[in-house]
């Protein structure tokens, strides 16, 4: 069954240290990944996806997400968080055989100290 | 452009009652998608409908059923409702199915009591 694993429920970083938050996944098939932010009480937003080509994907507020075939991981990462990057970030898998349906991860709390 | 916006924000219920959670969809979208968004969980995708049709189902019981209208809108409609539906129901939008990026709205928070 395709599947996808954020091994961190929460990660706590200082303001401007870099930050990786990571993601596995599980599929039988090729698959199309997502990135998204939720702010508290308001819905997703998209910050990056990779459907093909280049496996560094470049997203917005300065995140890159690097596509890893091999071990199915696509981590995302920033060098340098700001106290507005606090938010609960999900991954999101799509299948390639699937028109519809994503996949989501638990989710990962950033947590910014200053 | 218009976004995803959905109503109501919060709505509180008793057991046994049934709700209506309604959805537009941004402009030029003809997909929809629903999710249920348990209390620190990732979204469960529940059904997608394209073009008036439902195109897909999650696990979900068939107390959960949808519309979507001419005009692209949405109603997700669950009846029966049970203490574990409490959750932020998410309405997502896309230009079309396939591997296209999905528009999400603010959610409906319902509860149930």
């Known amino acids: 069954a395709q599947s996808v694993t954020q091994l961190d429920s929460q990660v706590p970083v200082f303001e401007e240290a870099p930050v990786e938050l990571r993601c596995n996944y599980s599929?039988?098939?090729?698959?199309?990944l997502f990135w998204y932010v939720q702010y508290p009480n308001q819905g997703l937003q998209l910050l990056l996806k990779y459907l093909s080509g280049s496996t560094l994907v470049k997203g917005i507020n300065g995140f890159e997400a690097e596509f890893n075939k091999s071990q199915t991981s696509f981590h995302l990462r920033k060098p340098s968080v700001h106290i507005s990057d606090t938010a609960e970030y999900f991954c999101?898998?799509?299948?390639?055989?699937?028109?519809?349906?994503?996949?989501w991860g638990a989710g990962t709390k950033l947590i910014i100290k200053p | 452009e218009t976004g995803v916006t959905q109503s109501p924000t919060h709505l509180i219920k008793t057991r046994g009652q049934q709700v209506t959670l309604r959805c537009s969809s941004q402009s030029g979208h003809n997909t929809v998608s629903w999710y249920q968004q348990a209390l620190g969980q990732g979204p469960q995708f529940i059904f997608q409908?394209?073009?008036?049709?439902?195109?897909g189902r999650g696990n979900f019981p068939p107390r959960f059923s949808g519309l979507q209208f001419p005009n692209y809108s949405s109603e997700l409609n669950v009846n029966a409702l049970e203490l574990d539906d409490s959750a932020l129901y998410l309405c997502?939008?896309?230009?079309?199915?396939?591997?296209?990026?999905?528009?999400f709205g603010q959610g409906t928070r319902l509860t149930v009591v």
């Open positions: 999101a898998v799509k299948l390639s055989d699937s028109n519809y349906q994503l996949i």
């Open positions: 997502a939008s896309s230009p079309a199915t396939g591997n296209t990026e999905a528009f």
């Open positions: 409908y394209y073009r008036e049709e439902e195109n």
């Open positions: 599929s039988s098939v090729s698959v199309y």
